[in-house]
């Protein structure tokens, strides 16, 4: 039986086990997906550990997607651009590492709306703002980066060619599309995004999906908005991480249905 997971530190909040053993067992793949919590110091000798036990893949979250990248035989072209590994395949006793959370964003906010040619602002400058950024430009949208510390939202926008206006800036905000991307708004009922503005755009994302409504988004479709939440983003990067590990198709619906019924104790 091949074995797979997730490494990070925490990951027992994580859904990723559940929604690829549903995927294994939909597939009848003879696979098993578990949590693997790495420390930041152990991370070099848990890379090496991979390696020796014949673990064929696993999944990068915090703090690990940017640390990985020296420890990999292989990075593959999309996730050197984005500077971010959230997936590691083991094959032929090669690492080879990829990025799939920028398709997790490009699907959830297709399922919506067209993407090209929107003007899209990002809130946040954080990890998960460059996927994010890079899917909507990818996409061909023309993006706006607020973030409350002005050198990391430059910094952003710089590495991607796309504008950053001071926080300050952010009740002038206007557009198609709006994606959260911070930790604002995690188990908590607070926004970082003022609720005056969000009737200026079509769509709004929160890449939080813990309340898989947060208030955000709960002001957003008051305000008439489409709303997209944080768990699409997941279940779409960890179809694109099944596809990597096994070559075949991933049952997204089913995958999804496993993420929501764990994510509400079900």
């Given amino acids: ?58 999944s990068v979250t915090i703090p690990h997607k940017e640390n990985v990248i020296p420890f990999l035989d292989t990075l ?22 990829y990025n799939t959370d920028w398709i997790g964003v490009k699907r959830a906010l297709e399922e919506v709306v067209s993407l090209a040619d929107k003007r899209a602002v990002v809130v946040g400058a954080g990890g998960a703002a460059r996927a994010v950024v890079y899917a909507l430009k990818r996409e061909g949208a023309r993006v706006t980066i607020y973030n409350r510390t002005w050198e990391k939202a430059r910094s952003l926008a710089e590495k991607f060619a796309v504008e950053a206006r001071p926080w300050e800036e952010l009740p002038d905000a206007r557009g198609e599309i709006l994606v959260q991307t911070t930790s604002v708004g995690l188990k908590e009922d607070v926004s970082p995004v003022p609720r005056e503005i969000l009737s200026r755009f079509q769509v709004v994302m929160d890449i939080v999906y813990t309340p898989l409504e947060t208030r955000l988004l709960r002001e957003a479709r008051e305000a008439g908005c489409k709303t997209v939440h944080g768990l699409k983003m997941l279940v779409h990067q960890g179809a694109e991480q099944f596809r990597l590990f096994t070559g075949q198709e991933p049952p997204v619906s089913l995958m999804e249905e496993a993420a929501l019924a764990a994510l509400k104790g079900d």
């Fill in 1 to 58: 039986m091949d074995v797979y997971g997730i490494i990070g530190w925490p990951v027992e909040h994580s859904l990723s086990p559940v929604m690829h053993n549903t995927a294994f067992k939909a597939r009848k793949i003879p696979a098993v997906y578990g949590l693997f919590p790495v420390a930041p110091e152990d991370l070099k000798e848990a890379l090496t550990g991979l390696r020796a036990l014949n673990i064929k893949g696993v």
């Fill in 76 to 97: 593959d072209r999309v996730a050197e651009e984005i500077g971010a590994v959230n997936t590691i395949v083991h094959r032929e006793k090669r690492l080879f590492g």
